[in-house]
Nanobody, 116 residues
């Protein structure tokens, strides 16, 4: 059974940093494309960053230069390092894993609040 557990969210002041984690079990996360999505009430969920099995990274324009997605294969975990956070970065961040020619899975999400 595949399970994705996000952690690392919380309350941070504008300009601060957070590192989110998406820990996978029941699958090898390096074999899949992992995406970080942000959900804000009243808005469509948007992709923030993604990393493919071969390590290619993509970022939303709002995330470029401030967010870094990475993967630790030994820990079967994907991270999202966020710096210089802004109030508009707030939301529920969820990881979404897509297995090539296979199923996809969502984590439960972690809340990020950026406020002074």
């Amino acid at each position: 059974q595949v399970r994705l557990v996000e952690s690392g969210g919380g309350l941070v002041q504008p300009g601060g940093s957070l590192r989110l984690s998406c820990a996978a079990s029941g699958m090898i996360i390096s074999t899949a494309t992992t995406n970080w999505y942000r959900q804000v009430p009243g808005k469509q969920r948007e992709s923030v960053a993604s990393i493919t099995p071969d390590g290619n990274r993509n970022y939303a324009s709002s995330a470029k230069g401030r967010f870094t997605i990475s993967r630790d294969n030994a820990k079967n975990t994907v991270y999202l390092q966020m710096i210089e956070l802004k109030p508009e970065d707030a939301g529920v961040y969820s990881c979404y894993v897509v297995i090539p020619f296979g199923p996809s899975y969502w984590g439960q999400g972690t809340q990020v609040t950026v406020s002074s």
